[in-house]
């Protein structure tokens, strides 16, 4: 049945059909064949008989010469199916073939549960099934292949078991959440099947829930005219005792969602949604729409200017979407950085990666969820990319995306939200207005003049709202021609949306007082927002005092120029609309305060990032964490210092950051700064010299050994302090190290151990001590110290120490023989750089698993495992030069030993013998094995000579690359005794 041993075909229906085998996507790409493939599929493996084929293929016109036309068919499935062409066999009963309706199963199974719960009345369960079972389609089933009879006919029976489970899983949704989740979806259900009776009542319910009773009874009469007018027919009887219930009040329509235990509620992990405590107005109809579009797997972008309202909207969705699935919101508008999207999207989504490719676990934790990403006109590239990635390995997952720009995906369903209309417009401004302000008896007439001159967009509106405070409504009005004049003339294209924008916020921005004016610009440096104290030591300068910094914001807050966020613990952070910020440093541009107000932002950041060094210097997971919550004010200081005045103190910064990015693995990101500011003026020596010598540093861990042996000898050149010789000699060790100058490293580290007994860098010298010693060949010294390192590190506090060591422990472990230890230590290494979020510290854990997976033989897990490493050095801050995982990979390959794997590994080991370095002295103790694979036995035996030279005059013998170069010498062995004398 199997056919040849291979594994059945995974065949979706439940929407386009796809076919996969064993995890890997197979292309069927005529119709004809894929139709046949998902009628055998249906069939459950079973036979299906030629006639029956037949019928269900073509129409009864076209079925003559039936059993030739089925075998060109077949012919045809089996070539596109290539390798599992077998899975499609021929036997007396007709055609079979080895496959199943996968996501139909799914369904099914998660259907036999909803109806295991009703019948148990777990309200909950229904729920959580319900949910499951839908989010196996990915649209309407069988849809590429309604043109064919048994399609459309099996196609129209999904749909409709499709609209039964939708409506068990909002039943149960009204039980457990009450009628507020569920109206939207239930109107646009009820607009699209009048007749249905269940759909109705349970609209009418959710209605009444929300105190519309009225509404609720007119739902039930339109059912009933509807009923007479096309069928003929009365309600049921169901329908008519909920008519009754609702006329009497019958206290069993609120449900049992008030008195339900608290453990019968669905548990489900939701990133919280924010909240609006305002009413949202004049989209119920769009909003429908989206809820539409949303509950399928796909991706949706709301397209529109700023201040057209794209994130209300796509939050009302999510809020209401958040009831029966799991919902993750990502806000992208504070990142300024392409690489950062990924990072972004796995903090929202608070998943804890594990591997070094975040991607496949953010995928797995998101399918089937509804992912909103909000504010990506800045970064589209970036964002389509991240989601083009997650929905390709996440089918069941639904992506809703805000911006200006459409991301241009294939599958992307791009919905416009433009201004709101007159009526939803002028109740919007009327609740968002003073209390006091439609008191006036002329106030009402002149609310529509005010909502068009701000072109109606919800954040013009708020911000005239705002002013009601100040002015009379009446007074407002008047001023608005003055100065709104929107859309006089043209089309009305977004660059005009965006210009009627500026003028509300410039008119707002002059009805403030000089104060407020001064404020509101000076923290416009501010990206990511910011507490109370960083804008009292930014602003002031004299002309502000600090104590008028708080009453400005609190001013500003009333006028809806800046926004308020509770934090964890109680505290604010301020933040303002992308377009209030941009306006607010035109302004600062405008008086020319933008160098004196980016100096005064680079000394809070400085005074920021000095505070929390002198708790630990950042050897915490706390103080790492707390540090990177800046990270966008701290970015901005570094990027907007570069040819100032104040860029010297911009290097400061840089060098305060050192431990951080070091913590996180963020070279690149340290050398882009190092590099940009490193021409600074007035800079004290002893400021250049350490930055010198971190640049160095971050050279060398991003590979680049010659530009670090340069940075750190200009660094010595200029130091004249007896701390900083501490530091460099622990530098020069590790660089040492990096060369392949294993005695000369070994020789000053310890004598760094030394020299810094009791001092802070006594746990760096031991940690570059422990990893020479690994490199050397002394696993069991490595292994002692390392051990010392996370006693040490415990009692520090030091988290950074802790993971780095545990992870030579595990390689010197590994090379003692001990591999259940090894693993147990590299897993206690990624939970303490979990924590730190050190993705450098992962990538080594993962190449010593793939290490051990060689070893056992599992040679595939072992590939996996080092081009997973080598996609995350080649996207993430690390270089793309050629590292010890390249060496690794290679040694796997010879060990595959196909041609092509070989041709790979020479090609691996060619360019890492390039380096020169420690990667160049493991590589050659794996290109004997090249050879001996190649079967040159003399090219082997010049090149075990030629490692065995290098690997004396440099003192390396890592275990796990000698283990290789043994086994060539013992296969030589042999031949060097029975050669001729």
Request: with cysteine; glycine share 8%.
């Amino acid at each position: 049945m199997r056919g040849q041993g291979l594994q059945p075909l995974d065949v979706d229906v439940l929407g386009t059909v796809t076919v996969a085998h064993d995890g890997a996507l197979l292309a069927v790409e005529r119709p004809l064949e894929r139709a046949l493939m998902a009628r055998l599929a249906l069939a459950g493996g079973a036979p299906v008989p030629d006639g029956r084929l037949a019928e269900d293929l073509w129409s009864d016109t076209e079925i003559l010469r039936a059993t030739p036309r089925l075998r060109v068919v077949a012919s045809r499935l089996r070539g596109a199916l290539g390798e599992q062409g077998a899975l499609l066999t021929r036997t007396s009963a007709g055609y079979q073939l080895a496959a199943e309706a996968t996501d139909l199963l799914r369904a099914q199974e998660a259907a036999a549960r909803l109806h295991d719960a009703a019948r148990d009345g777990d309200t909950a369960a229904v729920h959580t099934a319900a949910t499951a079972a839908l989010g196996c389609w990915r649209g309407a089933a069988l849809a590429d292949l309604r043109t064919y009879p048994f399609a459309q006919a099996d196609g129209e029976r999904l749909d409709a078991w499709h609209l039964d489970l939708t409506v068990y899983r909002i039943g149960a949704a009204l039980d457990l959440h009450g009628g507020g989740g569920v109206t939207a979806e239930l109107t646009t259900l009820a607009a699209a099947h009048p007749l249905h009776e269940p759909i109705a009542c349970l609209l009418a319910k959710a209605l009444y829930r929300v105190g519309r009773q009225a509404d609720a009874l007119d739902r039930l009469a339109r059912l009933r005219r509807a009923l007479a007018d096309e069928l003929g027919v009365d309600p049921g009887p169901e329908s008519a005792e909920l008519e009754l219930q609702l006329l009497r009040h019958d206290p069993r329509l609120l449900g049992p969602a008030a008195d339900q235990p608290a453990a019968a509620v669905v548990e489900r992990r939701v990133t919280r949604v924010p909240v609006s405590t305002t009413s949202f107005h004049g989209r119920d109809a769009q909003l429908a729409a989206l809820l539409e579009q949303v509950s399928r797997p796909g991706v949706v972008t709301l397209l529109g200017g700023p201040g057209s309202g794209k994130s209300r909207l796509a939050m009302e969705a999510a809020r209401i979407v958040a009831t029966g699935r799991r919902v993750v919101v990502a806000e992208l508008a504070p990142l300024r950085r392409a690489d950062a999207v990924v990072p972004a999207l796995v903090d929202a989504a608070g998943v804890d990666v594990v591997t070094d490719d975040p991607l496949p676990t953010l995928a797995h934790d998101l399918d089937g969820g509804l992912l909103v990403l909000d504010n990506t006109e800045h970064l589209v590239e970036a964002a389509g990319a991240a989601t083009r990635a997650l929905r390709a390995a996440a089918r069941q997952l639904t992506v809703l995306v805000t911006a200006q720009r459409p991301l241009l995906l294939d599958e992307e369903a791009q919905v416009r939200v433009g201004p709101l209309g007159p009526a939803p417009a002028a109740a919007l401004f009327v609740e968002r207005a003073a209390p006091d302000a439609m008191l006036a008896p002329d106030a009402g007439a002149h609310v529509a003049t005010i909502a068009d001159a701000v072109d109606r967009l919800p954040l013009g509106i708020e911000l005239a709202a705002g002013l009601t405070r100040t002015l009379s409504v009446a007074q407002l009005a008047g001023r608005v021609g003055d100065r709104l004049r929107l859309l006089t003339g043209g089309t009305r294209h977004a660059g005009q949306r965006h210009t009627g924008l500026r003028a509300a916020i410039d008119w707002s921005h002059e009805l403030l007082d000089e104060r407020e004016r001064t404020v509101l610009r000076r923290v416009g440096v501010f990206a990511g927002g910011f507490v109370l104290e960083a804008a009292e030591a930014t602003v002031p300068d004299g002309k502000v005092d600090v104590g008028d910094v708080a009453p400005a914001l609190a001013e500003l807050v009333d006028r809806s120029l800046v926004n308020v966020v509770a934090m964890p613990g109680g505290g604010r952070r301020f933040t303002l609309l992308e377009t209030v910020r941009e306006y607010a440093l035109e302004q600062l541009t405008a008086h020319d305060e933008v160098l004196s107000t980016n100096a005064r932002h680079l000394t809070w950041c400085l005074g920021f990032v000095g505070a929390l060094a002198a708790v630990d210097n950042f050897c915490s997971t706390g103080t790492v964490t707390e540090v990177f919550t800046e990270w966008p004010n701290l970015e901005h200081a570094l990027d907007n210092a570069v040819g100032a005045p104040h860029a010297r103190d911009a290097l400061r910064l840089a060098n305060a950051l050192h431990m951080p990015w070091m913590a996180r693995g963020w070279s690149r990101t340290a050398l882009r700064h190092f590099v940009a500011l490193g021409g600074a003026d007035g800079v004290d020596p002893m400021v250049k010299a350490f930055a010198l010598s971190n640049q160095g540093f971050h050279a060398l861990l991003a590979g680049d050994d010659e530009s670090a042996t340069a940075l750190l000898s200009r660094s010595t050149e200029l130091a004249d302090d007896p701390r900083f010789a501490l530091t460099m000699l622990c530098y020069q060790g590790i660089l040492a190290t990096q060369l392949g100058q294993l005695r000369d490293a070994l020789r000053m580290l310890r004598e760094g151990v030394e020299q810094a007994h009791g001092h802070p860098l006594e746990i760096r010298f031991l940690s570059a001590l422990a990893m020479a010693l690994l490199f050397a060949g002394e696993p069991g010294e490595a292994a002692a110290v390392s051990r010392r390192i996370v006693e040490m590190g415990a009692k520090l506090d030091d988290d950074f120490a802790i993971a780095s060591c545990l992870t030579v422990l595990a390689s010197s472990l590994l090379d003692l023989g001990a591999i259940d230890d090894a693993l147990a230590a590299a897993d206690q290494s990624d939970e303490h750089a979990k924590r730190l979020d050190v993705t450098r510290v992962h990538q080594y854990n993962e190449i010593l698993r793939g290490h051990i997976a060689e070893q056992s033989g599992r040679i595939e897990e072992a590939e996996r495992s080092s081009r997973t490493v080598i996609r995350a050095l080649q996207t993430g801050e690390q270089t793309g030069d050629p590292t010890l995982v390249d060496v690794d990979l290679a040694g796997v390959l010879i060990t595959r030993g196909d041609a092509a794997a070989l041709d790979e590994a020479a090609a691996l080991l060619e360019a890492a013998m390039s380096q020169g370095a420690l990667v160049a002295l493991a590589s050659s103790a794996i290109a004997p094995a090249l050879a001996m694979a190649r079967g040159d036995v003399a090219a082997a035996r010049r090149l075990v000579a030629r490692a065995e030279r290098d690997h004396a005059a440099s003192g390396f013998g890592w275990k796990r690359y000698i283990r290789r170069l043994d086994e060539v010498r013992q296969a030589l062995a042999p031949r060097t005794r029975s050669a001729p004398g």
